[in-house]
């Protein structure tokens, strides 16, 4: 039996991982834009990667502390992170174009990512400097405000990070918070792709290209599709696992 479409994203330009080899097996590429990770030739090899191969390319938006790689959650002003955010994706979205593909969606990083669940002041400014883009992230304010402003909403899963009974992911530093296991990570993501529109396998950690084959094939011998859900990008063709 087919499943719906999913859609598998990976975290790219973090200059942790082996970027091309993850473009070969990921449908959607979270690229970093410089102010947790990443710069402008990164950027550029990524995104001329992604258009050869077909492959989505979203904006990874953070916090600007490379020093802690985005994960430590910051007070900054509303005004100041709403153009912080357009800086990202503009520079972003200038340079996907010179490679021949476009930024198609925005995902919040590291402590962002989990700052805008619950701030309305933050998600707001992610969405007032991101403009019409639509949006890939966990259920709370940003989603909803996004949703709110007619803008298209992604919802996702990490097959390689544990979550707490909340629904939420386990902090990093706490037991069981982060998989490792490429067999254990691969049926999470069959287990949450029912319930998600894409799943992310986190690009920084160790093994993240083998954990990214697991998932692919996991989910295709499940029956699920996976692809991106922007099509035109496609035609290149994606890698498989």
Not at 115 to 136: K, M, T, Y
Request: aromatic share 4%; hydrophobic share 45%; proline share 3%.
């Amino acid at each position: 039996m087919t499943r719906p479409t999913v859609d598998l994203n990976a975290d790219l330009g973090e200059e942790v991982t082996d970027d091309a080899a993850l473009l070969a097996v990921v449908t959607s590429a979270n690229v970093a834009c410089g102010y947790h990770a990443g710069s402008a030739a990164i950027m550029r090899a990524v995104c001329e990667e992604a258009a050869r191969r077909g492959v989505t390319v979203g904006a990874q938006v953070s916090y600007d502390d490379r020093e802690n790689f985005g994960r430590v959650a910051r007070d900054v002003p509303a005004a100041v992170l709403r153009e912080q955010v357009a800086d990202q994706v503009g520079t972003l979205a200038e340079i996907a174009a010179a490679a021949g593909t476009a930024v198609r969606y925005v995902k919040p990083h590291g402590a962002l990512y989990h700052r805008v669940i619950d701030d309305a002041d933050q998600a707001g400014a992610v969405l007032a400097g991101s403009g019409d883009l639509p949006v890939l992230g966990m259920a709370g304010l940003f989603l909803d405000g996004a949703r709110a402003a007619g803008r298209r909403v992604l919802h996702e899963g990490f097959p390689d990070r544990g979550y707490g009974a909340d629904g939420r992911l386990l902090a990093r530093g706490l037991p069981g918070a982060l998989l490792e296991d490429a067999a254990a990570i691969a049926a999470q993501a069959v287990r949450l792709a029912p319930r998600v529109d894409s799943v992310c396998v986190h690009g920084d950690s160790l093994g993240a290209v083998a954990h990214a084959r697991a998932v692919r094939r996991a989910l295709e011998e499940s029956g699920h599709t996976v692809g991106s859900w922007w099509p035109g990008d496609r035609a290149a063709g994606v890698g498989g696992s």
